[in-house]
């Protein structure tokens, strides 16, 4: 079956503009999370998503930074003034519920120039 | 707050040796724990997972790995390392006693296998 896809693959923006980056789980998958990974380093939490709503976004480093899951499925993780720190790898996974394992998407590098 | 330490950024194995490596983590109350390998430009995949039970652990790819509560480590293992295995590995651990699901990841090991 189709794993986690994520949309685009590649972003490069400019410093202050505005980005979307998509997340489509495993179908049937309740829980959706978002991490982030910088060159060198291990994926770090953004959110986590229970169905429609945020479990926890303890993870979002400030308020330029959110993220929807309207219909339970598709999630968007919204960058708002973009800075060139926010450069990394952004990754989605997902799991059957909660406790399950975690099943990643291939990410989207976004570059912030 | 629960963290995990990967020593070593780098492990070199000769095809055929068996390899090993390591994790250690810290985290309040009984962990469950991960490994992932991640290929160079593509997402991570899940190799194996530690709940409760057996403390040795066997995933996918012929890897296992060993959970040792008194010295708070899970290290992978497998018995003879293929040149196909050179990658990029992360243990995760998720508390259980929080009821939070968010994974705290290693910084990685990058697993280099000699023909």
């Known amino acids: 079956g189709a794993g986690v896809s994520q949309t685009p693959s590649n972003k490069v923006t400019e410093k202050g503009k505005y980005v979307e980056l998509r997340c489509d789980p495993i179908?049937?998958?309740?829980?959706l999370y978002w991490y982030r990974q910088s060159l060198g380093q291990g994926p770090e939490f953004l959110i986590y998503?229970?169905?429609?709503?945020?479990?926890?976004d303890s993870g979002l480093p400030n308020d330029r930074f959110f993220a929807v899951r309207p219909e339970g499925s598709v999630s968007t993780l919204k960058i708002q003034r973009t800075e060139r720190g926010d450069s990394a790898v952004y990754l989605c996974?997902?799991?059957?519920?909660?406790?399950?394992?975690?099943?990643f998407g291939p990410g989207t590098r976004l570059t912030v120039l | 707050a629960q963290s995990v330490a990967q020593p070593e950024d780098q492990v070199n194995v000769a095809e055929g040796n068996p390899l090993t490596v390591k994790c250690t983590y810290s985290?309040?109350?009984?962990?469950?724990l991960f490994w992932y390998v991640q290929y160079p430009n593509r997402g991570l995949q899940f190799l194996l997972k530690?709940?409760?039970?057996?403390?040795l652990v066997k995933g996918s790819y012929g890897f296992e790995a060993e959970f040792n509560k008194s010295q708070t480590s899970f290290h992978l293992k497998k018995p003879s390392a293929l040149v196909s295995d050179s990658a990029l590995y992360f243990c995760?651990?998720?508390?259980?006693?929080?009821?939070?699901?968010?994974?705290?990841f290693g910084s990685g090991t990058r697993l280099q296998v000699q023909p």
């Open positions: 998503f229970q169905g429609t709503g945020a479990a926890d």
């Open positions: 995760a651990v998720r508390p259980t006693d929080t009821g939070r699901r968010a994974l705290t």
């Open positions: 996974a997902s799991s059957l519920e909660g406790a399950g394992e975690q099943f």
């Open positions: 985290v309040s109350g009984n962990p469950y």
């Open positions: 530690y709940i409760t039970g057996d403390n």
């Open positions: 179908s049937g998958h309740t829980a």
